[in-house]
């Protein structure tokens, strides 16, 4: 595990799935790797149970599958791995990978999640909003806002109060206008979420602005940011542009049914 894992490493921005899901749930993933010469290709097993994002979402999926591969040929070979005769879940990037995984599972495809980076030192010179807080203490209003987006207070605090995440906020303490944190994925690399503006405060810019405050501190920290939108939020991606990221991963849903 651990050789494999620092072979993913080498290329955090393309195996920030992978890696998230490793360093998150030890006790929940299972990692097999093949090589060939320089070639690798590695699959995660994750327990589909354990977020509450997949569970609601593919409520009768056993597994979800990530893959990263060098070639069709290692991804099929990856694929013996994988338990037969149960529901699961395929998330792939790229259409080399579906075509090796649908030679050996019938697929539905379900959605595309696009990921968004830049480098640090073109986020650097954000200017800072001094309307904007960003800290380690949200606040209580914003830790119910997190949590009515599955984010519970309990898995956000830890990381807040040692340093590995940090939240963004307008407007005041107890009705913000807009909210998001930002939190290590893996080290370097810092995804942002829990981007909420209340219905009363929406087409305003709120939102833009705790997203691009949550960007400039990332910069000035250097730190990659990983920004994720579904495939049809055109405002988010409109966002991500104009606040000059550019797209690094597409990772399209697959489900297979037993």
Same mark, same amino acid.
């Given at each position: 595990?651990?050789?494999?894992?620092?072979?993913?490493?080498?290329?955090?921005?393309?195996?920030?799935?992978?890696?998230?899901?490793?360093?998150?749930?030890?006790?929940?993933?299972?990692?097999?790797?093949?090589?060939?010469?320089?070639?690798?290709?590695?699959?995660?097993? *994750?327990?589909?149970?354990?977020?509450?994002?997949?569970?609601?979402?593919?409520?009768?999926?056993?597994?979800?599958?990530?893959?990263? !591969?060098?070639?069709?040929?290692?991804?099929?070979? *990856?694929?013996?791995?994988?338990?037969?005769?149960?529901?699961?879940?395929?998330?792939?990037?790229?259409?080399?990978?579906?075509?090796?995984?649908?030679?050996?599972?019938?697929?539905?495809?379900?959605?595309?999640?696009?990921?968004?980076?830049?480098?640090?030192?073109?986020?650097?010179?954000?200017?800072?909003?001094?309307?904007?807080?960003?800290?380690?203490?949200?606040?209580?209003?914003?830790?119910?806002?997190?949590?009515?987006?599955?984010?519970?207070?309990?898995?956000?605090?830890?990381? *807040?109060?040692?340093?590995?995440?940090?939240?963004?906020?307008?407007?005041?303490?107890?009705?913000?206008?807009?909210?998001?944190?930002?939190?290590?994925?893996?080290?370097?690399?810092?995804?942002?979420?829990?981007?909420?503006?209340?219905?009363?405060?929406?087409?305003?810019?709120?939102?833009?602005?705790?997203?691009?405050?949550?960007?400039?501190?990332?910069?000035?920290?250097?730190?990659?940011?990983?920004?994720?939108?579904?495939?049809?939020?055109?405002?988010?991606?409109?966002?991500?542009? !104009?606040?000059?990221?550019?797209?690094?991963?597409?990772?399209?849903?697959?489900?297979?049914?037993?």
């Amino acid at each position: 595990m651990e050789e494999a894992a620092g072979l993913l490493a080498r290329d955090p921005l393309r195996n920030i799935v992978l890696l998230k899901h490793l360093q998150a749930y030890p006790g929940h993933t299972r990692l097999h790797h093949v090589a060939d010469g320089a070639r690798h290709g590695f699959l995660v097993l *994750l327990e589909a149970g354990v977020t509450s994002w997949d569970r609601a979402a593919y409520p009768a999926a056993a597994f979800i599958v990530l893959v990263s !591969s060098d070639g069709p040929d290692l991804t099929g070979a *990856l694929l013996a791995h994988v338990p037969r005769g149960t529901g699961l879940v395929f998330k792939l990037n790229g259409e080399a990978d579906r075509a090796a995984v649908a030679q050996a599972f019938a697929l539905e495809r379900r959605m595309r999640i696009l990921s968004f980076t830049a480098p640090p030192g073109d986020l650097a010179d954000l200017a800072a909003d001094p309307d904007i807080r960003v800290g380690a203490d949200p606040g209580a209003a914003a830790f119910a806002i997190f949590a009515a987006q599955d984010h519970a207070r309990s898995w956000l605090a830890p990381m *807040l109060a040692d340093g590995r995440a940090f939240a963004c906020a307008a407007g005041p303490d107890q009705a913000p206008h807009a909210v998001c944190f930002a939190y290590e994925n893996w080290p370097g690399v810092w995804e942002i979420g829990g981007v909420f503006t209340p219905e009363t405060q929406r087409r305003r810019g709120h939102g833009a602005r705790v997203v691009r405050a949550a960007l400039g501190e990332l910069g000035r920290r250097g730190h990659f940011p990983r920004y994720q939108v579904h495939e049809r939020n055109h405002a988010s991606i409109r966002l991500a542009e !104009s606040a000059g990221l550019r797209p690094f991963l597409h990772l399209t849903h697959y489900v297979h049914a037993p």
